[in-house]
């Protein structure tokens, strides 16, 4: 009698109750291939409103797909306040994505905690995009809609009850103990009282890559002068210098499409007014006219944190948050009042006199600046969540001033998150770190966003011409001279090779258009790692280094991850070379791979080592590659201007067929159907590889001139 | 009138609403100079609550004092379902605390989120002991008493609505202008809906912080043999190996008081059985007593992560973690059934043989093996109040054990938190930074707990002697070759260095144990920074590094903080060296200080050069110091072994005074008055210095043979 009233009260105070059993989650397939699940009751606010963007009707021509996962694997659970996620993992399965990561591409065994932030150093998910998104190698993808601090164990923890229990092993005596058995679940943890699931089927990872990035509208579609070269100048450069700057570049003969301005064009930053310096530009409207008169246009730095010199300071201030970041108030940017006044001041200040876009610095975060967790914000949002979205509130409002005025723009923001793939940013940041910057375009390809190995300084023409060579194989060629006020020519003994890339860059538009085009309609990212290349193996080799137990009493094996060689578009891997190297492997997936410059046979499905010489980066083309490229002109075409092409043609395939995208390159008629895909067909007649282009399409631009083809492997 | 309908809507939208107005705390005095606040509705499991420890009876005879703050100053706001604090800071007030930290002691400025952990290399509060608790420079204390990671915020965020806003600057043109503007507030975030608070009076900090260590007891007071020396043995010896070990010391005349048996003690660890090896220990009990015999006692190493192969697995399970950790279950130690079984087990099979203590490893934390914060716990407790009660939970219930056998206790632990100062427990990591230790000795005594600068290898017989200096001057004198197998005369060439350390770690006794009572009986920190001594100066001198934008575009001033020197006891000042230095400066405070070994004036209120050579740590005595030494022993005196004593009295002075703390040394009979204190004068008599004992007390313990003084200046 005595043991039932102990029961009694044991299960009465909580002891002894089995966990609250798992809510089964009930998916809805809201688009082909993506499944919507909803458990409990998730925040109001969350990433994809903030984004606020419409599905890419693209969307409706993919296949209908079988739920990619065993649904009672999956387990969500609120209590305490939380929302308690878990997701099933095969053994072999490996995991990408969880945000711009800069040193880890397998993301499997990994623990972070996804955070806006400045990268600090360690991939623990404190990034400028802590996308709340993977793809497995198995071909799904899985996206937790929150816009608060996620805690991810990705496949590090080991569940009691887990159905596939690591062998227990005794430290003492067995020499394979790992301090990391294998987990069989990703566990999240969302603090909030539910959640929205999303789920998108493959069959390949590449395939629930692009149905994450069509679902937020596709990927960016930047006008052509984007993918142009970018000069960023001095903080302090006045009008004329930056005229100057620009005649420099034609003078020369380096091509250039748009220039940065950085602080000094405002009349104070940092906290900032949004307003022309009147000693350094004096006629802000006649000189953004007249850079446009000789082919440049002008990008604009900010921050969003305003100074109390500012002229919408009064008028801003209701809609701010409690806490002021270097002395500037920060506008709420959830709330239409906010917006209007910021945006409206862009507008007027900038937009109307023919600015062309934005540099949008420091809202990814870095707590020792930023507003602290516990400020308040006047919509009633959390600091965390404005700070979670706060990236993708400046692209998605500067964005639409662009849209209205109907002039696309393309710019830089330091913050992103899921939700943001269709607006024109590209993320950059202080890291400056070559190796790191590769390792982040690789990864922006798992997180549908964009990023730029950008060119800041150099210690040597060897590490510039390295460096050049990247970021022009990249989503965005620049040199950010803000602080250095470098030039492309600052390196004499290899300004010839510089310019050799920037042309090169240029003369790619075509295929970096058309690549980009892709992006928008089909979500397939531009820039992406090995992993999602068929033929590349997906198996990892894990190393044990040789245990030190005084200097590493947990040490694990470590996964030899490829980040040294990404695909650019449909066709080119690019083996970048690195400060100090002269030679390097590269490893070519399955089937056959040609020198990109000569046309080659490089080899197949094995690890070649290649020796290119300081002017070449490497890159190879995938057997029966199209690439379409341009002449080498200063500045990307204008608007309807028609340029001849030269299409090459890689490997030996008798027969291969491609597309090339084509509209106006500046304007937003391309949404209203004004666009085209011109197919671009090799085949062969009596042995002999000929190319052609379809016939334009009629009431459709064409700004397609005279076409040569090349044959490029003999 | 549609002006009007507009403005309703964003009212009840929330818009336009001002922040809910701050509650002002109620506090009430609950000791003389201590007041507790509570607002909201706080967890009802809290640091106190786990640590749960009683008041020491000190805190009546403690004096009444004024709420040190402007209570109109202090907000706390429950919103979002958390809580958010404000104290305010005076512009010149410096802050230390917040757990310990390993490379910082000025607070000020800093951003960290508090959080039981394993030293990760930067003081972001992740640490061992992330005590919400901070003293400021001008007196007064403040304690968070909560289970939650805490968001810090320690005066780096400014207000819209600062009463002393820093000046606003612009970075285009002001030179000045800085990174991080002037804060007025340390704010916290606490993720509860309320929350407990208290604010202790000084009038000096280190008041502050004693009032805080007698609100959870006092400080622990070691048995005497905890002050001796310790050798952890190599983690696969067997009995015959530990009996040869502990007969070396005594042979080659090393003092030795306590081995640590590593984990391979047991029958398997990492998951642990917590029974003994039959192979390597086939006797326990009898293994215990002959050591016992010839005056070493022992201590076992476990962590509490239960092994299928143990005997109390299936009891345990039921109360258990979801979420395994290297396999093993995790015992809910919040639950009074997962205790009496874990515990019960510990009792049976070690205590009651005679077992020492314990080194009680891996409840810090460290993400990578740890439970993650998505693992429930039977009691209801979430993870991560778990992970922050977790130390203390084994510390509070592993002392209770050892109180119940009326034995004490002394032993490590990796991982504590506020409410545990009277848990005979020393802290220590795998970090083995020498420079690092020093810092966290330091921070040790901001917060409340002990930790210990272990020896465990070195890679020259300099940095060993070095290293094994500083230890002998911190709570915890020990080598631990659990992986190295290192011994003190393992460097032949400074063998007999260490010896006379270790010695005189042995010959202070006297003096260690009496500082350790003032630790337990008054609470103030055995081991200290400078900063809380008298005559030290308060500034720091900021120093800002030549601008590199390129390089940290955030660049800030940093603090110059004096880390390498410390207070250990009443009187004496330790200046350690460290590896490849030959000589160091010394900062000496206001007033006269004495060489320890010689007696010879040091200086006063300046800074000196020393080049003490190899064999000497610089030790320096407050003027007046009166030291208690004893004999060489080499092992410490058993319960009430009478030993002789030299005291040396340093400096000038013509009238001192100093007490002397003696019990039985190894029971609890201290709880029930069985202790006293001995007064120890120095009078000038005929201009010729005398020392007296005051006379033993009555039916007190009375441990003290022959006393004999020594005056060390002439």
Not at 436 to 446: P, Q, V, W
Request: contains cysteine; hydrophobic residues 35%; charged residues 25%.
């Amino acid at each position: 009698m005595k043991r039932f009233y102990l029961f009694l009260l044991l299960l009465t105070s909580g002891y002894l109750l089995p966990p609250a059993s798992a809510q089964s989650v009930r998916w809805h397939e809201i688009h082909p291939g993506i499944w919507k699940g909803t458990v409990g009751k998730p925040d109001a606010y969350d990433l994809l409103k903030a984004a606020d963007t419409e599905p890419s009707s693209t969307l409706k021509k993919l296949k209908k797909a079988d739920f990619p996962l065993n649904n009672e694997d999956i387990s969500v659970e609120v209590k305490n306040g939380k929302t308690y996620l878990r997701f099933p993992l095969e053994r072999n399965e490996q995991l990408y994505g969880f945000g711009l990561n800069f040193q880890t591409i397998h993301q499997r065994g990994r623990i972070m905690q996804l955070h806006a932030d400045h990268y600090g150093k360690s991939d623990n998910g404190r990034t400028h995009a802590p996308v709340p998104f993977y793809v497995s190698s198995l071909g799904y993808g899985v996206f937790v809609n929150s816009a608060k601090y996620i805690d991810v164990y990705a496949g590090s923890s080991v569940r009691k009850d887990s159905r596939n229990a690591p062998e227990v092993q005794d430290r003492n005596t067995d020499k394979n103990w790992q301090a990391h058995p294998y987990s069989d679940a990703v566990e999240m943890l969302v603090p909030a009282e539910g959640i929205e699931l999303y789920v998108f089927a493959g069959p390949k990872p590449v395939n629930a890559i692009e149905r994450f990035n069509l679902l937020s509208g596709g990927g960016c579609l930047p006008p052509r002068w984007g993918l142009g070269f970018t000069q960023r100048v001095n903080r302090l450069y006045n009008e004329e210098q930056v005229k100057a700057e620009a005649k420099a570049f034609s003078d020369k003969g380096y091509p250039l499409d748009f220039i940065g301005l950085e602080p000094g064009w405002q009349s104070k930053s940092y906290p900032c007014t949004f307003e022309w310096d009147q000693i350094r530009f004096p006629n802000p409207e006649k000189f953004v006219k007249e850079m446009d008169a000789v082919g440049v246009k002008i990008n604009l730095w900010t921050n969003p944190y305003v100074s109390p010199d500012a002229s919408i300071y009064s008028k801003i201030k209701p809609y701010t948050a409690s806490n002021t970041v270097w002395n500037g108030i920060v506008p709420d940017l959830s709330m239409p009042e906010a917006r209007k006044i910021l945006f409206g001041q862009f507008e007027k200040e900038h937009v109307k006199i023919g600015v062309s876009g934005y540099k949008i610095d420091e809202v990814d975060g870095f707590d020792t600046y930023l507003w602290p967790d516990v400020a308040t914000f006047p919509s009633g949002h959390t600091a965390e969540q404005l700070r979670q979205t706060y990236g993708l509130l400046v692209q998605k409002y500067s964005y639409d001033m662009f849209r209205k005025n109907n002039s696309r723009t393309y710019g830089l923001v330091r913050g992103s998150n899921a939700g943001g793939s269709s607006f024109p940013y590209v993320i950059y940041n202080d890291n400056y770190s070559h190796e790191d910057f590769i390792t982040a375009l690789i990864n922006s390809g798992y997180s549908g966003v964009l990023w730029t190995p950008e060119v800041r300084a150099s210690k040597t023409s060897e590490e510039w011409l390295r460096r050049f060579q990247t970021v022009c194989f990249s989503p965005m060629a620049m040199i950010n001279a803000w602080a250095s006020s470098t030039q492309p020519w600052t390196f004499p003994d290899v300004a010839e090779q510089v310019k050799d890339m920037a042309q090169l860059r240029m003369r790619m538009m075509p295929y970096w258009y058309s690549t980009f085009a892709k992006y928008h309609y089909e979500g397939t990212p531009p820039f992406r790692g090995m992993n999602l290349e068929e033929g590349f193996g997906m198996e990892i080799n894990k190393e044990k280094t040789p245990t030190n137990l005084e200097e590493n009493p947990y040490e694990e094996a470590t996964a030899k991850e490829v980040k040294n060689q990404y695909m650019a578009g449909e066709y080119l891997l690019v083996a970048p070379l690195f400060t100090g190297q002269t030679s390097r492997k590269v490893i070519l997936p399955k089937g056959k791979w040609y020198d990109f410059y000569t046309g080659k046979f490089a080899g197949e499905g094995e690890v070649i080592t290649v020796t290119p010489g300081l002017s070449k980066i490497p890159v190879f083309v995938k057997d029966g590659g199209i690439i379409p490229m341009m002449p080498a002109l200063l500045h990307a075409p204008k608007a309807n201007e028609k340029v001849d092409l030269e299409i090459r043609y890689y490997g030996k395939k008798q027969a291969a067929v491609s597309s090339l995208y084509d509209d106006d390159g500046e304007t937003f008629a391309y949404e209203n159907n004004r666009y085209t895909w011109r197919e671009l067909k090799v085949e062969s007649r009596n042995g002999v590889l000929r190319g052609t282009i379809s016939a334009p399409e009629k009431d459709k631009p064409n700004t397609i001139g005279r076409v040569t083809w090349h044959f490029m492997t003999n």
